[in-house]
């Protein structure tokens, strides 16, 4: 068939307009940015950070040009994005020292935190670098203003003045500048050291690993107890002690903590009699940051699973989604997965659809090797897990009926970098 003029001029006009709005026969825009984190073999090499374009259509993932881009630290293992997706917030853990912070004479390298700003396409341009007051930072969050960045780091400086017998760790508090996502060091108004001078940092536990923000306090999760230490979140981005006497949850091994706000996860890999692959903990927060255990609570991993490393609300707070390192499954001994359990109206755990216990069900779901962590898209449609053994990213459509997982349309599996750690996901906004 033969196109008049008329004909060929308009559709050329719709191929133009597809074209500049970023749209193929394939796909649709643009509807996020992704930026993967990516530990290299050689630790003395900066790490990277790959950048993805999210599409619409599909969920697929396209690399953003100039990716990927330098981590400007070793090491980098937490990422955080600015409500409104203009500054990105890289967490560079370093190299522990051995029996203290990096700095003595040949031991360990500092961590700090890398700043960039977000260019169109998702590309990220450096900005400075700063450091935390305590020693090789592993986690950060931003609270839901976008106005104060918590950063936990491993050990708390020791000095004279104010010294550190027990290996504890600490969150160093900073103030985001609106305008230019700078950082400006937020001191302690509590406690001050021997020398009456307010401290930079504000202690917990001892070997922290993880944090969640929930009902305005703040979680900090120790591994050397596997207890739990609460701050309420004051004004000006103030941390205040609610108790000197840190939270006792029963765990075994504490891998994460997470919550959207409401109800606070937490990921017990280690096993039990009647849950060899683990349990889930699951709390409401209480008067003073307390922690109340939800009727039902906690609950044991599915069938087959082994070693949660983290869990990840959906948007709309109807799932929770655990991810799961190895198996308990002899048939297929090198699988990692992901768990899905529904929540309830009470706020109780059950285990989703499609759970089953042969060796091959529908939930848990296949991931790739080592999963890390795990992100939902904004317009809730798409799953993405980066996995640190394979230096994948995973992609998964959410049925947002069940809440179960399927692959993309064309792809499901996409190239990260070195050994892939967080990740993290923002509204396109340019």
């Not at 450096?126 to 592993?138: A, E, H, L, R, Y």
């Not at 409401?262 to 039990?272: L, N």
Request: net charge neutral; proline share 7%; charged share 10%.
């Amino acid at each position: 068939m033969k196109l008049n003029r008329f004909s060929r001029v308009s559709l050329a006009l719709a191929v133009s307009v597809a074209m500049a709005l970023g749209m193929t026969a394939c796909g649709g825009g643009t509807i996020a940015y992704l930026w993967v984190l990516g530990t290299q073999t050689d630790q003395t090499q900066p790490g990277q950070i790959v950048g993805f374009k999210v599409d619409d259509y599909t969920g697929n993932l396209t690399q953003v040009i100039g990716s990927p881009f330098s981590s400007n630290g070793i090491n980098p293992v937490s990422i955080v994005i600015k409500p409104g997706g203009r500054f990105v917030y890289v967490i560079n853990s370093g190299i522990p020292a051995a029996g203290g912070c990096p700095g003595t004479p040949g031991t360990g390298t500092p961590g700090n935190i890398s700043i960039y700003t977000v260019g169109v396409g998702g590309g990220l341009t450096f900005q400075t670098s700063v450091f935390s007051q305590g020693c090789n930072p592993v986690w950060a969050m931003m609270d839901f203003s976008g106005n104060y960045l918590y950063v936990l780091d491993s050990l708390y400086p020791a000095t004279d003045a104010y010294k550190n017998d027990n290996g504890y760790g600490d969150i160093t508090v900073f103030a985001v500048d609106p305008n230019s996502g700078r950082l400006t060091l937020v001191p302690n108004q509590q406690i001050k050291d021997e020398n009456q001078t307010q401290l930079p940092f504000f202690p917990v536990g001892a070997k922290p690993v993880r944090m969640a923000l929930a009902g305005g306090c703040i979680f900090t999760v120790s591994g050397a107890d596997q207890t739990i230490f609460p701050y309420g979140v004051g004004v000006g981005g103030q941390l205040n002690l609610q108790t000197t006497s840190p939270i006792v949850t029963g765990a075994g091994n504490i891998t994460s903590i997470n919550s959207t706000g409401g109800p606070v996860y937490i990921t017990d890999a280690a096993p039990t009699a009647d849950s060899p692959g683990g349990r889930i903990l699951y709390y409401t927060t209480g008067t003073n940051c307390t922690l109340n255990t939800v009727t039902g609570g906690p609950v044991n991993n599915l069938p087959l699973t082994a070693n949660p490393s983290y869990a990840m609300v959906d948007n709309n707070s109807r799932w929770l989604y655990i991810l799961n390192g190895f198996t308990t499954d002899s048939q297929n001994p090198n699988t990692s997965s992901i768990s899905l359990f529904t929540i309830n109206t009470n706020g109780q755990l059950q285990a989703g659809a499609g759970a089953g216990t042969g060796s091959n069900p529908n939930n848990p779901y296949a991931v790739g090797a080592g999963p890390y962590c795990a992100v939902e898209d904004p317009s809730r449609q798409y799953m993405f897990v980066s996995n640190n053994f394979d230096g994948t990213v995973t992609g998964r459509r959410i049925n947002n009926g069940t809440g179960e997982l399927t692959g993309l349309q064309h792809n499901s599996t996409f190239q990260a970098t070195g050994h892939a750690t967080c990740l993290a996901i923002s509204s396109a906004v340019n």
